[in-house]
T-cell receptor
């Protein structure tokens, strides 16, 4: 089955800088990936997703990059703000129904 | 729309007690899921229901049962709670399309078993 893992459990960045959160996956057959943001005491919220026929997808201040050769994806947050402080999870699709989640990276914003 | 709602928000049980966690969604989604989240770990799938009337085991089903009561509601039951089941439980729903497998999450139930 699929497994996904995040490279760093914590990441600290200066307010206004760009943040890059990395994730690796194991199943080369996975064709869909998704990023979630989880604020303290809340359920995960969708940020952005990407299918394997794409290398890059952009949203509002966020970009997801997918490198299928090395089975790696990253989430880039531009001009990081205090409201971006949260735990970020990547997940890959396993089969037709299930998402397999990584362990999460806690993003801390320094003023 | 309320989205995905869960009750209760908090619960403390003694070892051996039973309880049912309730989940409902108002988005007319076909699929529903139960996850647990332990400190420092991601979400692990307990059970899921691809459609009304069907349920399947996920990664960590032992000690749990589920019921897909109707399209809106999906409950999780702990028959005999154990301290290892202390966790935060999230319910989610989705309506997979050709383009997205996004799951919508509820606010969670924080369960402590003593």
């Amino acid at each position: 089955g699929e497994s996904v893992g995040l490279h760093l459990p914590t990441l600290s960045v200066q307010e206004g800088d760009n943040s890059i959160i990395n994730c690796a996956y194991s199943n080369s057959a996975s064709d869909y990936f998704i990023w979630y943001k989880q604020e303290s005491g809340k359920g995960p919220q969708f940020i952005i997703d990407i299918r394997s026929n794409m290398d890059k997808r952009q949203g509002q201040r966020v970009t997801v990059l997918l490198n299928k050769t090395v089975k790696h994806l990253s989430l880039q947050i531009a001009a990081t703000q205090p409201g971006d402080s949260a735990v970020y999870f990547c997940a890959g699709l396993e089969g037709a129904q299930k998402l397999v989640f990584g362990q999460g990276t806690r993003l801390t914003i320094n003023p | 729309n309320a989205g995905v709602t869960q009750t209760p928000k908090f619960q403390v049980l003694k070892t051996g007690q039973s309880m049912t966690l309730q989940c409902a969604q108002d988005m007319n989604h076909n699929s529903m899921y139960w996850y647990r989240q332990d400190p420092g770990m991601g979400l692990r799938l307990i059970y899921y229901s691809a459609s009304e009337g069907t349920t399947d085991k996920g990664e960590v089903p032992n000690g749990y049962n589920v019921s897909r009561l109707n399209k809106r509601e999906f409950s999780l039951r702990l028959e005999s709670a154990a301290p290892s089941q202390t966790s935060v439980y999230f319910c989610a729903s989705s309506d997979q399309t050709r383009y997205s497998y996004e799951q919508y999450f509820g606010p969670g139930t924080r369960l402590t078993v003593t």
